[in-house]
């Protein structure tokens, strides 16, 4: 804890100002040169690689699956039913999508671009949220929790807002089960249908597709939902980094941000526990926004739904799994819940370029200095 609450008291002498105009120019630049070559290779070699090696294809579509949720062992057969290719999984894909479009078919749309989305992020998220406070409760896990200090437990009082949130009661669970409950079935809904709506204008029939997602029977490859993911986690970054940050502002923390912020030591189930002007505007918008200018295919809408939703709950399990070594998260978003001002993106480029990351970085750091000596101690006593 003392470590933690040091790296804190020297946010203010470590922060620096705002970069100069030249490096935005340079940063930005460098940027989108880099998408518009990674996108120009990728329309060079997509055809190839879909056709001749489509084994290939499936693989890159799994690894960038697991890099939004981690390889978690009950997330992977998820992976390999969702992008998988070979004589097996492909034509029963195929299959079970095309009995989807035709048994959603004749609403205008309403079951596939609403309904549909609802159920996927409500189910997902709460088969994994209880599962994750299972596990919390249990203590079993422990040994992997980053604030261990703050271990979650089941109290049988009855105060309905605790001092501290990882203090479960029944009031607590119902109230954060409403307060996602509603955030889902009515921010999430009204999003969708307001999508939807606009989707339907006649003003975007001489649009290509002549809606914002594409809604065929033809599945995408692994290479292509990788793709298009790839492009929702830029565009989600940009801005959940900016929208988040705009919350911390002392305007919009104490009335929006602060209910998000009540668990300084995040859990899985109250991932989207949060003010529902918040869940719109730093959730819901971040992560379809990229979706809708890609035009992408309603099929890698619905696992981008499901991946994203394990990846947000991974970000707030509050543990350090085996399998995530090397991994960023959830280490990096448990810091922010545990200090604050920190910490704001997910992909860590814009916290590097705004300097948002440098009490993490001086953390790691004093952590890793700890290990080396730890390491020197037992050699010697060896």
């Given at each position: 804890?003392?470590?933690?609450?040091?790296?804190?008291?020297?946010?203010?002498?470590?922060?620096?100002?705002?970069?100069?105009?030249?490096?935005?120019?340079?940063?930005?630049?460098?940027?989108?040169?880099?998408?518009?070559?990674?996108?120009?290779?990728?329309?060079?070699?997509?055809?190839?690689?879909?056709?001749?090696?489509?084994?290939?294809?499936?693989?890159?579509?799994?690894?960038?699956?697991?890099?939004?949720?981690?390889?978690?062992?009950?997330?992977?057969?998820?992976?390999?039913?969702?992008?998988?290719?070979?004589?097996?999984?492909?034509?029963?894909?195929?299959?079970?999508?095309?009995?989807?479009?035709?048994?959603?078919?004749?609403?205008?749309?309403?079951?596939?671009?609403?309904?549909?989305?609802?159920?996927?992020?409500?189910?997902?998220?709460?088969?994994?949220?209880?599962?994750?406070?299972?596990?919390?409760?249990?203590?079993?896990?422990?040994?992997?929790k980053i604030q261990s200090y703050r271990p979650n437990r089941w109290e049988t009082s009855s105060v309905d807002k605790p001092s501290d949130r990882n203090q479960w009661t029944w009031q607590q669970m119902r109230k954060v089960l409403a307060n996602v409950l509603f955030n889902q079935l009515v921010v999430i809904t009204a999003f969708s249908l307001v999508c939807w709506a606009l989707g339907h204008r006649p003003y975007l029939e001489s649009h290509p597709h002549g809606k914002f997602i594409q809604m065929n029977k033809s599945l995408p490859t692994g290479l292509q939902i990788a793709h298009d993911i790839l492009g929702f986690v830029l565009v989600n970054e940009m801005l959940f980094y900016?929208?988040?940050?705009?919350?911390?502002?002392?305007?919009?923390?104490?009335?929006?941000?602060?209910?998000?912020?009540?668990?300084?030591?995040?859990?899985?189930?109250?991932?989207?526990?949060?003010h529902p002007l918040e869940m719109l505007l730093s959730d819901i918008i971040p992560l379809f926004s990229g979706a809708i200018l890609l035009q992408t295919h309603l099929y890698t809408l619905y696992v981008w739904i499901v991946f994203a939703t394990l990846g947000t709950q991974c970000h707030h399990c509050g543990y350090d799994w085996p399998w995530m070594t090397g991994a960023h998260q959830p280490n990096f978003h448990d810091f922010h819940h545990e200090n604050f001002n920190c910490n704001f993106g997910n992909v860590l480029l814009l916290d590097w370029f705004h300097k948002t990351d440098v009490m993490y970085v001086d953390y790691m750091k004093q952590q890793q200095q700890k290990k080396k000596q730890q390491q020197k101690v037992l050699s010697k006593q060896e």
């Open positions: 804890i003392g470590e933690r609450k040091m790296a804190q008291s020297k946010a203010a002498n470590a922060e620096e100002g705002p970069r100069p105009v030249w490096q935005w120019i340079i940063f930005w630049s460098l940027c989108t040169g880099a998408v518009y070559s990674l996108e120009k290779g990728y329309q060079s070699v997509q055809p190839w690689i879909d056709q001749d090696h489509p084994i290939a294809s499936g693989w890159i579509g799994a690894f960038v699956l697991t890099q939004i949720c981690g390889p978690s062992p009950l997330v992977l057969p998820f992976v390999y039913a969702a992008v998988a290719a070979g004589e097996t999984a492909s034509p029963i894909r195929e299959e079970l999508w095309s009995k989807f479009m035709d048994w959603s078919h004749g609403d205008g749309d309403l079951t596939r671009a609403i309904w549909v989305p609802t159920a996927i992020a409500v189910i997902v998220y709460f088969v994994n949220g209880l599962l994750c406070l299972a596990i919390d409760l249990s203590q079993f896990c422990n040994l992997w900016y929208g988040h940050r705009l919350l911390h502002t002392r305007a919009l923390y104490a009335s929006i941000h602060k209910i998000h912020h009540e668990f300084r030591s995040p859990v899985a189930l109250a991932a989207e526990y949060c």
